[in-house]
């Protein structure tokens, strides 16, 4: 196929080596062998590829140089999540779109050799060059290393003045504050606007709490955020003012470079198992679209959510959820792009969602205990926490709610949704009433603190058992968080509040500590909520002590009393 112009074998599983079979193929324009599994180095055959434009080949496992793509005059290149290794071409940076994060490359310096040739002359000539600059570097490297030592010796001289004087200001200055910090200097957190948070939330440096990246946003510009950590492509065409460093730090930032284990499935599958997708199988309906039960014929039972908009890069899309791996977020286990249908699978949790449990359960359904609903608001803590503060880069949710925590068998908690914030362009309408963050007023203006309000608001539904918004209750009573608030401090008043399924079975002071957090959380200024590595110290506690109390009650013989139990959360 001589005049093949155009050659697409994306999201197969193709794998091996590439075969060096394009030489003839002189009049493709463009080639996508994306979302594979081929491995080794690059055909040399591309290089001969002189009217390609078009070259996609992310999300496979070729290793070695790109050398060989150096001398085609390409206008879209996307070769992120390989393995390839060395130094980026100088010739990339003419390229209009490129993509290369995801791969191991070299954080040094390119030797002044580093160029890409054609034939053997001009690669003996590269070697010549080598050898010369090695010479030239000995002449001068013993110079460099004593003027660095001298520079080191100052600097050092310098911090230790430097920093007896901040200790100096730092005693005099604590004399006038009226307000703590955000962050102590004994590396523990304290929160301005609540006195609750001094008992609630851990300050011990052990904890190995980091700031929140949104409390540096002050230091960070947006726009230079996105060209650092390669948050979107790059379309905007050439650009002259890209710097040296600025082009090697957005093609070097930290990824996760696990292999994707999410695999295509067929359509003609996927209809057979949810029935064609009858209104039988339907389980539910969200803002992206319908979800399906759906019976394989392995006796797998599966969820298929149907996404009724997707983006124009819902191939990259599922290449970043399939990288997120928490023992309580929602694991993508398949995917179908065919015939217009775009199909997420994931594991059915048979228990369904919190919302379900919370707030539809009938009279015959067990209700959820106490240590149970704290197990749950640890598990999903814990997986914003891996959103949060674990990807890199970070990952906002923008959909924490209720109806996305869904339970196991063993009513472990999975959040859901995960990777799909690029879908909510109007937070307020996936989210719903009684979620949306007080700061939100367009979608630039939700942030992690953002997440955390919405955390906040379902432990509320986890204490009280209520709904964050109910129009049937007292116009002062419909939202959820302005009638809780001014409550979550009194202990008489939390009685009333909580949830009647627990029929009183709780220890009081857990009640009390676990609204202390949610007071936290649903601070009306995004800059008092805590980081959520706070929030999970803190529950962690409340499990832990809840487990003491359970093995002392069990081996005491007395009074099991909990107003006056010290091993209370």
């Not at 960070?220 to 390669?230: H, L």
């Not at 179908?336 to 048979?350: A, G, M």
């Not at 990952?395 to 472990?412: G, T, W």
Request: aromatic share 8%; hydrophobic share 35%.
């Amino acid at each position: 196929m001589n005049d093949l112009g155009t050659l697409n074998l994306s999201n197969n599983q193709l794998s091996g080596q590439a075969s060096d079979m394009f030489g003839k193929l002189r009049k493709l324009y463009e080639l996508d062998l994306s979302f594979n599994r081929f491995s080794g180095n690059l055909p040399q055959s591309f290089g001969s590829l002189k009217t390609l434009k078009t070259l996609y080949l992310q999300n496979n496992q070729f290793t070695g140089s790109v050398n060989v793509l150096a001398s085609l005059k390409l206008d879209n290149l996307n070769i992120q999540n390989n393995q390839f290794t060395g130094w980026i071409p100088d010739g990339f940076k003419k390229i209009d779109n490129l993509e290369a994060g995801g791969n191991s490359w070299s954080s040094t310096r390119a030797p002044p050799h580093y160029h890409i040739y054609n034939n053997d002359n001009d690669d003996r000539y590269g070697a010549l060059r080598e050898k010369s600059s090695v010479i030239k570097g000995l002449a001068i490297g013993g110079a460099i290393v004593a003027v660095l030592l001298i520079i080191l010796f100052i600097l050092t001289l310098i911090k230790k003045k430097s920093a007896t004087l901040l200790h100096y200001i730092d005693e005099s200055d604590s004399q006038r504050r009226s307000f703590a910090p955000l962050v102590s200097h004994d590396k523990g957190f304290k929160f301005m606007g609540s006195s609750a948070a001094a008992d609630i939330l851990p300050r011990s440096s052990s904890l190995g709490v980091k700031p929140s990246p949104s409390d540096r946003s002050s230091s960070v510009g947006e726009n230079e955020f996105k060209i650092k950590f390669n948050s979107k492509p790059h379309t905007s065409g050439r650009s002259s003012s890209v710097s040296e460093n600025d082009f090697k730090v957005k093609f070097n930032y930290k990824r996760n470079t696990e292999p994707i284990n999410a695999s295509t499935m067929l359509l003609v599958d996927l209809q057979a198992a949810t029935g064609g997708f009858s209104a039988s199988r339907l389980v539910g309906k969200g803002s992206l679209g319908c979800v399906y039960k759906a019976k394989c014929v392995d006796g797998r039972i599966l969820a298929v959510k149907k996404v009724d908009s997707p983006s124009h890069d819902f191939a990259e899309v599922i290449s970043g959820i399939s990288k997120l791996h928490h023992p309580n977020i929602s694991e993508l286990v398949g995917f179908c792009l065919e015939s217009d249908f775009n199909l997420l699978v994931y594991d059915y949790e048979r228990n369904g969602s919190l919302h379900d449990y919370l707030h539809l359960s009938d009279d015959y359904c067990n209700p959820l205990t106490w240590d149970t609903r704290v197990r749950i608001a640890l598990g999903t803590a814990r997986a914003l926490e891996y959103l949060h503060e674990v990807c890199s880069p970070y990952i906002v949710h923008k959909n924490i709610k209720s109806p996305n925590i869904l339970l196991d068998i063993e009513l472990n908690s999975h959040l859901s949704d995960c990777g799909l914030a690029s879908f909510y362009q109007e937070t307020s309408k996936n989210l719903g009433p009684g979620y949306q963050p007080p700061e939100y007023n367009k979608p630039s203006d939700y942030t992690m603190k953002s997440d955390i309000y919405c955390f906040g608001v379902v432990m509320l539904e986890l204490l009280t058992g209520r709904k964050p918004f109910d129009s049937s209750k007292p116009r002062s009573e419909q939202s959820l968080v302005r009638w809780a608030m001014p409550q979550l401090h009194d202990d008489d008043a939390l009685a009333q509040m909580a949830d009647p399924a627990l029929r009183g079975l709780y220890s009081p002071k857990s009640l009390s500590r676990f609204a202390d957090v949610i007071a936290l959380c649903v601070q009306p200024e995004p800059e008092f909520r805590p980081p959520i590595s706070a929030v999970v110290q803190a529950l962690v506690l409340c499990v832990q002590r809840s487990s003491i109390r359970k093995k002392i009650g069990g081996e005491l013989s007395t009074s099991r009393r909990s107003d006056d139990s010290e091993y209370y959360f």
